[in-house]
């Protein structure tokens, strides 16, 4: 659906863990990032042109140049990391946006994941499972959603945004942020997810891990 709101989830494949240490949570993170945060290619084309650069940071420029890049396409609004599945929440412009992205960022972390562990094959379970989010208090509650399971389980997460500790130009959050006062702290974002108890989902959206 075009400009739609979707809640992307997956796990890995027999409830494995997806994420063994610190560094696979920000190799992940570090893909998003390179995937959302639009990239400046004039800039880089002219950079490398220049006399001085290194090889290693020439090689890394082609490199970035040739990645896809989903930042006019894709607005990730939240995002939580669990040990063996994500949550992401999202919107998308096109109605074929999520497939592209899903599929390059699932495909570039498996390569890394696998090449690390000395694995072969899939990691998560199937196919990504997204789903329509068609209004605005349940877009609001699985916002609280996703970060509620971050909070409670210590685990990555775009909540620093939201809380303010921490400004990240690919994360959207004033698309959520905007529902609530940054004045008055009974009606604040940080209020709501105090107050928050798990929204009733879908059981095909619930993971077991989640409850």
Known sequence: MEDGYYHLYNR???????????????????????????????AMK??????????????????TLRLNNFSSEISLLAYCLMPN?????????????????MQS????????????YTRVGSLCQAVYKASLVDNDEYLLHLSGYIHKQAINHSQASSYPEYAGERKTEWIKSDEILNYFSKNNPLFSYQEFINQHTQPLLPQEMILDEDI
Do not use: C, W
């Not at 002219?46 to 082609?62: A, F, G, H, M």
């Not at 960022?105 to 690390?116: A, V, W």
């Open 12 to 42: 890995g494949v027999e409830k494995r863990l997806i994420f063994m240490d610190r560094q696979d949570y920000a190799v992940f993170i570090s893909y998003l990032k390179e995937y959302l945060l639009p990239k400046d290619e004039n």
């Open 46 to 63: 002219e950079k490398l042109t220049d006399p001085n650069i290194s090889s290693r940071e020439r090689d890394k420029i082609i490199k």
């Open 85 to 101: 599945h994500f949550h992401f929440l999202v919107k998308q412009k096109s109605a074929q946006s999520i497939d592209v992205f």
């Open 105 to 116: 960022l699932s495909t570039r972390y498996t390569m890394y994941f696998n090449r690390k």
